[in-house]
């Protein structure tokens, strides 16, 4: 069965510093990976995508990440850290079928970001 | 383009009664999918509609349903409410196919609480 692990619940990061969120996936195809981030009370924002291709891809707010296949992973990074990148993020995967698409989450990782 | 958007934001209920969400997608897109997020089981997808099918469904008993208009707009309705369908109502849009169709965009959610 398909499935999307964030081993990481809760970081803590000081602004300015380096970010690496770890996304690992179980998915017997080639898989379609994506990042999310989602603010307290708001809905999930569509961070970056990887479908096929270049395996480092980028996102919006300066976010990257690089799907490693012998690893399953996705691992999601920025350079320097801000204090409006504290959120919870979300790795997932599409699950696609013939009969349709259903993405798949791990339970996210809440980013915290010291001053 | 206007995103994804859903009504109401916020919703009171009692057990046992009945409740309608309402999702806009993005202009041009078709397909339609709900997700619930809840703390303890994160998020979890309900089922995914396009041209008016329901072509995917997640494991939700079926209190839990939906339905696509003409116009791509969805509702999704949970009857005989229990105090555990407490959860953000997430609703998202994916592009036609071939055109990045497996990335989903979420609308900002409905906040259920159920008393």
């Known amino acids: 069965a398909q499935s999307v692990t964030q081993p990481d619940i809760h970081i803590t990061v000081s602004e300015g510093a380096s970010l690496e969120l770890r996304c690992n996936y179980s998915y017997g195809a080639t898989p379609y990976l994506f990042w999310y981030v989602q603010s307290p009370g708001q809905g999930l924002q569509l961070l970056l995508k990887?479908?096929?291709?270049?395996?480092l891809v980028q996102g919006i707010k300066g976010f990257e990440a690089e799907f490693k296949r012998s690893q399953s992973s996705f691992n999601l990074r920025k350079p320097s850290v801000h204090w409006s990148d504290a959120a919870e993020y979300f790795c997932a995967v599409a699950a696609a079928n013939q009969a349709g698409t259903a993405l798949i989450f791990g339970k996210g990782t809440t980013l915290s970001v010291s001053s | 383009k206007a995103g994804v958007t859903q009504t109401p934001r916020y919703l009171i209920k009692t057990r046992g009664q009945q409740v309608t969400l309402s999702c806009s997608p993005i202009?041009?897109?078709?397909?339609v999918s709900w997700y619930q997020q809840t703390p303890g089981q994160g998020l979890q997808f309900l089922f995914e509609?396009?041209?008016?099918?329901?072509?995917n469904k997640g494991n939700f008993p079926g209190r839990f349903s939906g339905r696509q208009f003409s116009n791509s707009r969805s509702e999704m309705n949970v009857s005989t409410l229990e105090l555990g369908d407490s959860a953000l109502y997430l609703c998202a849009s994916s592009p036609p196919p071939g055109q990045g169709s497996y990335e989903q965009y979420f609308g900002p959610g409905t906040r259920l609480t159920v008393t």
């Open positions: 990887y479908f096929s291709g270049d395996t």
């Open positions: 202009s041009g897109h078709r397909s």
């Open positions: 509609y396009f041209s008016e099918t329901q072509r």
